[in-house]
């Protein structure tokens, strides 16, 4: 069992930017593949990157692609979000989730069992 817990969110100005974090406490932090997801209101819960256990590989939406960054640091329990170049339609509640299932889970949000509560981020224009 693993709880997750993210901050950094708040308000931005579009082309500003803002980092997300995801505390992880529980099993060792490293034995889980994690993932940022974001609900905009009215909307589907949609992926915005992945990240394998060890950090080796990652992967973005296209619509975040050269603008968001995931990272994690294993021997602080933490994931991260590097959001740059933000636009009103990154406003949303953002989501990060953990897996211990899969050595790297992609985009794929059934994969994901464990979830954070989120975290609001909204950009204005």
């Known amino acids: 069992q693993v709880q997750l817990i993210e901050s950094g969110g708040g308000l931005a100005q579009a082309g500003g930017s803002l980092r997300l974090s995801c505390a992880a406490s529980?099993?060792?932090?490293?034995?889980?593949?994690m993932a940022w997801f974001r609900q905009a209101p009215g909307k589907e819960r949609d992926f915005v990157a992945a990240?394998?256990?060890?950090?080796?590989?990652?992967d973005h939406a296209d619509s975040v692609k050269g603008r968001f960054s995931i990272s994690r640091d294993n021997a602080k329990n933490t994931a991260y979000l590097q959001m740059n170049s933000l636009k009103p339609e990154d406003t949303a509640v953002y989501y990060c989730?953990?897996?211990?299932?899969?050595?790297?889970?992609?985009?794929?949000?059934?994969?994901?069992?464990?979830w954070g509560q989120g975290t609001q981020v909204t950009v204005s224009s």
């Open positions: 989730a953990a897996t211990a299932s899969y050595y790297y889970a992609g985009y794929g949000r059934d994969k994901y069992d464990y």
């Open positions: 529980g099993r060792t932090f490293g034995s889980y593949a």
């Open positions: 990240i394998s256990k060890s950090g080796g590989s990652t």
